[in-house]
C-alpha cells in the first residue's frame, strides 16, 4: 500500500520559513519522480516543484524559484520542500506527489498540509 504522509504546516508571518516533509512508504523511489503541488481557496492545484529521486535534478514553478527547495532524504524515503521569504500568496494546502519516472502524470498523492502566511 503506497502512503505519502505530509507534515510540517502551520501558521507563519511574511518573510518566514517553513520546512515540509513527506514521509514515502510502498514504493520504489528509485522509479519514482517526487512532486510537491499547492492549491489555494477557490483555484485550482498548481505546480511547484519536482524532483527526480535517482538523479536529484529539480524544476520549480517561476513564482518560488530562488525561494523554496525541494530535497531529499534517501535513507528516511522523505522528500522536503524548505520554504523562505514566505508571502501571503503562499498561503494553501501543499501537497506531496509521485509519478513515475518514464510517464506523464502524477499517480500517488498525500492528503495535504495547510500553509498559512499572514500579513
Known amino acids: 500500500q503506497v502512503q505519502l504522509v505530509e507534515s510540517g504546516g502551520g501558521l507563519v508571518q511574511v518573510g518566514g520559513s517553513l520546512r515540509l516533509s513527506c514521509a514515502a512508504s510502498g514504493l520504489t523511489l528509485s522509479s519514482y519522480r517526487m512532486g510537491w503541488f499547492r492549491q489555494a481557496p477557490g483555484k485550482g492545484r498548481d505546480f511547484v516543484a519536482t524532483m527526480i529521486w535517482t538523479t536529484g535534478a529539480t524544476n520549480y514553478a517561476d513564482s518560488v524559484k530562488g525561494r523554496f527547495t525541494i530535497s531529499r532524504e534517501n535513507t528516511q524515503n522523505t522528500v522536503y520542500l524548505q520554504m523562505d521569504s514566505l508571502v501571503p500568496e503562499d498561503t494553501a494546502v501543499y501537497y506531496c506527489?509521485?509519478?513515475?519516472?518514464?510517464?506523464?502524470?502524477?499517480?500517488?498523492w498525500g492528503q495535504g498540509t495547510q500553509v498559512t502566511v499572514s500579513s
Open positions: 506527489a509521485a509519478g513515475h519516472r518514464l510517464a506523464a502524470g502524477w499517480v500517488y
